[in-house]
């Protein structure tokens, strides 16, 4: 992989998090070119990371193995547009971490044939910690996937996924997890605070509480429910707490919370492959 040259098009958050995981794994800067037409953004990268930049999108894919096309969903036809001609003419792979946007689509927008590898992360990859659902079409090679791969777990753990319709499964698990975990540990937070303790202490230990319980997770071979049992005695505290949860229905308010996630990032999807 010392030989492969790579090219962002669209250098915000997701982009800056991916280059700073490439050079840490190694890649050095002047194998690295980053397409962004925010002239402050680009001098960031420029001046943080050492990489070439550019204000237009067709550098991106001069002489480059890979692109990553890593700009909103809703830029992405019109940022494909400029490098249409270059695309056909040195066929890279495409690496898309452009949430909703499906391989036939862009592969349409892209002239076909292309080998593409669909990423889904999620906002922990900004801190390295994140997890991402891959899905590659059939005219990506293995060592096509392997550089996908790699690329991705620069910046945290990854999964791969025989059919594409699962990554929209995988916007409402791992993709808006990372809300609902928020959301999760705001409310914790809150009632600790309104039985009285201090605003810092109640964050702090909701936030190595989270931290803790998927750390001891990770490193287990127990079951969840395992693992949930190991620390609920029976007539104790924590199966006094779950049993209102249960009794309030938080399984079935789950389930139907995962279903409209899932079932929005289908329609979300449909409507950005409308585009012509
Ligand atoms: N952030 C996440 O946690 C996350 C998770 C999963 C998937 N994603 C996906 O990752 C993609 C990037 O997300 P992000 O958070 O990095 O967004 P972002 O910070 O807004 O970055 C997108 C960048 O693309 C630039 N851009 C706009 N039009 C362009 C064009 N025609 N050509 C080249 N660059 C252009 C934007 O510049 P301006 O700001 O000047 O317009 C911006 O710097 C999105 O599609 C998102 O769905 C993100």
């Not at 056909?88 to 044939?113: C, F, H, M, N, T």
């Not at 060592?143 to 777990?153: D, F, I, W, Y």
């Not at 803790?212 to 127990?222: D, W, Y």
């Amino acid at each position: 992989m010392e030989h492969l040259k790579i090219g962002f098009i669209g250098g915000g958050n997701m982009a800056r998090s991916l280059v700073g995981g490439l050079l840490m794994t190694g890649w050095s800067g002047d194998r690295i070119r980053v397409c962004e037409p925010d002239a402050e953004k680009r001098d960031y990268f420029e001046q943080q990371f050492g990489v070439r930049v550019s204000s237009d999108n067709p550098p991106a894919v001069h002489g480059n193995d890979v692109i990553v096309l890593a700009v909103k969903p809703q830029v992405l036809r019109e940022a494909l547009r400029p490098v249409l001609t270059d695309f056909q003419k040195y066929r890279p792979l495409v690496v898309s971490i452009v949430a909703g946007a499906r391989e036939r689509d862009i592969q349409r927008w892209l002239g076909g044939e292309a080998a593409i590898v669909r990423a889904m992360p999620n906002t922990p990859a900004l801190v390295g910690s994140g997890a991402t659902g891959l899905y590659a079409n059939a005219f990506a090679n293995e060592q096509q996937r392997e550089v996908a791969e790699s690329l991705m777990r620069s910046v945290g753990a990854t999964v791969w996924l025989n059919e594409e319709a699962m990554l929209d499964v995988v916007t409402a698990l791992s993709g808006s997890g990372p809300a609902y975990f928020m959301y999760f540990m705001e409310a914790l937070e809150q009632a600790a605070v309104g039985h009285g303790l201090a605003p810092d202490t109640a964050r702090l230990l909701t936030l190595e509480t989270c931290l803790g319980a998927a750390k001891l997770a990770i490193k287990s071979n127990e079951t969840l429910p395992e693992l949930r049992r190991h620390v609920t005695s029976p007539g104790g505290t924590t199966e006094w707490a779950l049993r209102v949860m249960d009794e309030a229905g938080l399984p079935d308010i789950i389930q139907r919370a995962f279903a409209a996630a899932a079932t929005r990032a289908t329609e979300m999807a449909d409507t950005l492959g409308d585009q012509s």
